[in-house]
């Protein structure tokens, strides 16, 4: 019986992690237009641009989150981890894509 309480916990653990990444997306993807529209003054052509870029690096860092919530399996650290990436997302684009994106305007 004990083995099948350990196995329901891994469960939920796998569950919550999944379900933090793909919010944390969700929420980004969601606030990031209207602070392309308003703070960073993107046309609606130059934030198709950045969304297409963001799916295909999201594409590419897909594999390396897989291989790092493998390594963590089901741990707190996992959630800490997605945690502190969800935290240091609007510090990201408030003073490391906001630079970058007006040394290189297109």
Do not use: C
């Amino acid at each position: 019986m004990s083995n099948m309480v350990k196995e329901s916990r891994h469960f939920w653990g796998f569950a919550l992690s999944e379900f933090s990444y793909f919010f944390v997306w969700a929420i980004t993807y969601g606030f990031l237009t209207l602070w392309l529209e308003k703070v960073a003054n993107v046309t609606g052509a130059q934030a198709g641009v950045i969304f297409s870029l963001m799916a295909g690096m999201s594409l590419v860092f897909q594999p390396i989150f897989g291989v790092v919530s493998d390594k963590l399996v089901f741990r707190k650290n996992l959630l800490l981890t997605i945690s502190i990436a969800a935290i240091l997302t609007g510090p990201y684009f408030q003073w490391l894509f906001m630079p970058l994106f007006n040394i290189s305007q297109f």
